[in-house]
């Protein structure tokens, strides 16, 4: 069977999905550099992020955690992740300092996964990050752009 010609192939690397893709990545990227050198960072955690050791998937946490905390299991389910996978990052992120395990005060039987102080710091290092990374974006692209991207892309993830 003969190949498409180019053309007719093109759509793989263009098609909506992949670009909204690669654009998360960089974005994400862009957060973690950010953050790696973000002067409030505790230097220990900065260095792990300066040396690629935290990655987007951490941020998953940072993202998802509520401020009263969270069982695993919404922690999971609200990150679209697996209860193992989300335990192996919380586990990463309890030996780094950024959270502990209590008992939930409604299920003694439950632990909830909660902030510690330097991940509250953590946490507000990440809130920079977005903000510049934000306005970066807006830079780029322009603001006009930039406002009907996150309003289309906020009525598809709603939809």
């Given at each position: 069977?003969?190949?498409?010609?180019?053309?007719?192939?093109?759509?793989?690397?263009?098609?909506?999905?992949?670009?909204?893709?690669?654009a998360l990545r960089r974005?994400?990227?862009?957060?973690?550099?950010?953050?790696?050198?973000?002067?409030?960072?505790?230097?220990?955690?900065?260095?792990?992020?300066?040396r690629g050791q935290v990655s987007?998937?951490?941020i998953h946490i940072t993202r998802h955690l509520g401020l009263d905390g969270s069982r695993l299991t919404d922690l999971a389910a609200?990150?679209?992740?697996?209860?193992?996978?989300m335990g192996d990052l919380v586990g990463q992120c309890e030996a780094w300092g950024l959270v502990r395990r209590e008992a939930d005060p409604q299920d003694a039987r439950a632990?909830?996964?909660?902030?510690?102080?330097?991940?509250?710091?953590w946490?507000?290092?990440?809130?920079?990050?977005?903000?510049?990374?934000?306005?970066e974006f807006r830079a780029a692209v322009g603001d006009e752009v930039a406002t009907v991207v996150a309003l289309?892309?906020?009525?598809?993830?709603?939809?």
């Open positions: 069977m003969l190949a498409p010609p180019p053309a007719a192939d093109a759509w793989r690397l263009t098609h909506l999905g992949r670009l909204m893709g690669h974005f994400d990227e862009r957060v973690l550099t950010l953050m790696a050198h973000d002067l409030e960072v505790p230097l220990a955690l900065s260095n792990l992020a300066a987007a998937a951490h609200s990150a679209g992740m697996s209860k193992q996978a632990r909830r996964i909660c902030f510690t102080d330097t991940g509250l710091a946490l507000q290092a990440f809130r920079r990050a977005v903000t510049q990374a934000e306005a289309g892309l906020e009525a598809y993830a709603g939809s």
